[in-house]
């Protein structure tokens, strides 16, 4: 018997997901959605699901799990939609960055017996340059030679996180499992404060009065520390993965201010050699994490260490483990 899988958001990630679940048809009967018609239309294109539903409700209704694959500003909203539709039993999976605003979110709207936990995935290093987005950037290996993070509202059912496991490995990932607060204080250095340096910097510069002309003059190092812009975890609503991280957000800030004052301190005082020191630690810690980042030998000695497997098929990991508790016994 398959389950039913409902993806919410055709762009890079949630398509990414589809193209990866391809040859699991006979457990899983992949369903996506989409606010846009064009990129829904070109996932199905692509092979990524086996149908699309353009009405929110109607993609929802009988899933056993939905996959909310939509920038932060929009997943609080949807959420708010379907938590009443989404049937009892069901596990709403968040590919979110912002692990304990989603956990308190979830746990506020989801009626009782409708399960919640987080996926927060890294990609393939083969794909970390690709300026792209939407679903014809898609990947079926996008999640591959990575690492998923999982996390649950606290008090979660251990067969979610198990099965959040499974789809991980389905995916091509390791899991890597991981408090709420502790990811969060994690992310705000790698995903957030590189967006909020690259606004920073355009507002340092663009505004100035030697803009006009300096502009003609601005190459590949402008447009690549500003790229990030490119790609914001949010809709509409710029920094609200930063706010809804407050406190981790500006503790980077805090010591990327000092790291520029450090950099003042050695241009004021014409200190070469500080200077030097500084770039080349830079430069060298650069190095350390894209070898690292490539080879995935994130422990010392070279090999990381094994993982969950998938172990048990999906479906028999639901239909055998949540959909029971879920089951009236009979009077």
């Known amino acids: 018997m398959t389950?039913?899988?409902?993806?919410?958001?055709?762009?890079?990630?949630?398509?990414?997901?589809?193209?990866?679940?391809?040859?699991?048809?006979?457990?899983?009967?992949?369903?996506?959605?989409?606010?846009?018609?064009?990129?829904?239309?070109?996932?199905?294109?692509?092979?990524?699901?086996?149908?699309?539903i353009p009405n929110l409700y109607a993609s929802i209704e009988k899933s056993d799990i939905i996959v909310l694959a939509i920038p932060v500003d929009e997943a609080l909203e949807t959420?708010?939609?379907?938590?009443?539709?989404?049937?009892?039993?069901?596990?709403?999976?968040?590919?979110?960055?912002?692990?304990?605003?989603?956990?308190?979110?979830?746990?506020?709207?989801?009626?009782?017996?409708?399960?919640?936990?987080?996926?927060?995935?890294?990609?393939?290093?083969?794909?970390?340059?690709e300026t792209q987005s939407g679903p014809t950037a898609a990947h079926a290996d996008l999640f591959k030679k990575s690492v998923i993070t999982i996390a649950?509202?606290?008090?979660?059912?251990?067969?979610?996180?198990?099965?959040?496991?499974?789809?991980?490995?389905?995916?091509?990932?390791?899991?890597?499992?991981?408090?709420?607060?502790e990811f969060d204080g994690l992310t705000a250095g790698s995903n957030t404060l590189p967006k909020l340096v690259a606004a920073a910097l355009i507002n340092a510069v663009v505004e100035q009065p030697g803009w006009q002309e300096g502009r003609k003059l601005a190459?590949?190092?402008?447009?690549?520390?500003?790229?990030?812009?490119?790609?914001?975890?949010?809709?509409?609503?710029w920094g609200k993965s930063a706010m809804l991280n407050r406190d981790n957000s500006m503790r980077v800030l805090d010591n990327m201010i000092i790291s520029l004052r450090?950099?003042?301190?050695?241009?004021?005082?014409?200190?070469?050699?500080?200077?030097?020191?500084?770039?080349?630690?830079?430069?060298?810690?650069?190095?350390t994490f894209l070898k690292?980042?490539?080879?995935?030998?994130?422990?010392?000695?070279?090999?990381?260490?094994?993982?969950?497997s998938a172990g048990e098929s999906l479906s028999r990991m639901f239909l055998g483990g949540l959909a029971r508790k879920r089951e009236t016994p009979k009077k």
């Open 3 to 52: 389950i039913q899988m409902t993806v919410i958001g055709t762009g890079r990630i949630g398509t990414s997901v589809g193209l990866a679940l391809v040859d699991q048809k006979e457990q899983i009967f992949r369903i996506g959605h989409d606010k846009s018609s064009e990129n829904s239309r070109q996932a199905e294109k692509l092979g990524a699901f086996d149908k699309v």
């Open 292 to 308: 690292d980042r490539y080879t995935t030998a994130w422990e010392k000695g070279g090999e990381s260490p094994a993982l969950p």
């Open 219 to 237: 190459g590949r190092a402008f447009v690549q520390i500003s790229e990030p812009l490119c790609h914001l975890d949010e809709e509409k609503v």
């Open 152 to 181: 649950a509202p606290y008090g979660s059912d251990p067969g979610v996180v198990k099965l959040a496991a499974d789809l991980t490995a389905m995916l091509g990932a390791k899991p890597y499992f991981a408090d709420p607060l």
């Open 262 to 287: 450090e950099l003042r301190e050695a241009l004021a005082n014409e200190d070469e050699e500080a200077l030097k020191g500084l770039i080349d630690k830079a430069i060298k810690g650069r190095e």
């Open 79 to 129: 959420l708010k939609l379907i938590a009443k539709d989404i049937k009892e039993g069901s596990v709403v999976m968040h590919m979110s960055s912002n692990l304990v605003a989603a956990c308190a979110q979830a746990k506020e709207l989801l009626p009782a017996e409708r399960h919640f936990v987080t996926l927060a995935p890294s990609l393939n290093p083969e794909y970390m340059s």
